[in-house]
Nanobody, 123 residues
Framework: QVQLVESGGGLVQPGGSLRLSCAGS????????VGWFRQAPGKEREIVSC????????FPSDSVKGRFTIARDNAKNTVYLFMSHLKPEDTAVYYC????????????????WGQGTQVTVAS
């Protein structure tokens, strides 16, 4: 059974940093593209960034480019989202998901999802 478990969310002040983790079980994440998504109240779920399975290339969205970085630790079967220079508009529930193909903005391309972790950016 494939499971993805996100952790690392919390309350952080504007300008601060957080590291989110997406731990996988039942599937070796290194063979899949892994996307990070977020959903703020009243808004649609949107992609934040994705790391490819082929060469670990990153595909951050324009809203987080230069602030967020995604990386793998294959030994721990975990993908991280390093978030810095956080803004109040980054407040959302953050999810990770896997895709067998290349990174995509299409949420329907992702087959397994975690339960999400809340990130709140406020002073």
């Amino acid at each position: 059974q494939v499971q993805l478990v996100e952790s690392g969310g919390g309350l952080v002040q504007p300008g601060g940093s957080l590291r989110l983790s997406c731990a996988g079980s039942g599937r070796s994440l290194q063979h899949y593209a892994v996307g990070w998504f977020r959903q703020a109240p009243g808004k649609e779920r949107e992609i934040v960034s994705c790391i490819s399975s082929s060469d670990d290339s990153e595909f951050p969205s324009d809203s987080v480019k230069g602030r967020f970085t995604i990386a793998r630790d294959n030994a721990k079967n975990t993908v991280y989202l390093f978030m810095s220079h956080l803004k109040p508009e980054d407040t959302a529930v953050y999810y990770c998901a896997t895709e067998f193909g290349p990174c995509s903005d299409d949420l329907t391309e992702y087959d397994y999802w975690g339960q999400g972790t809340q990130v709140t950016v406020a002073s």
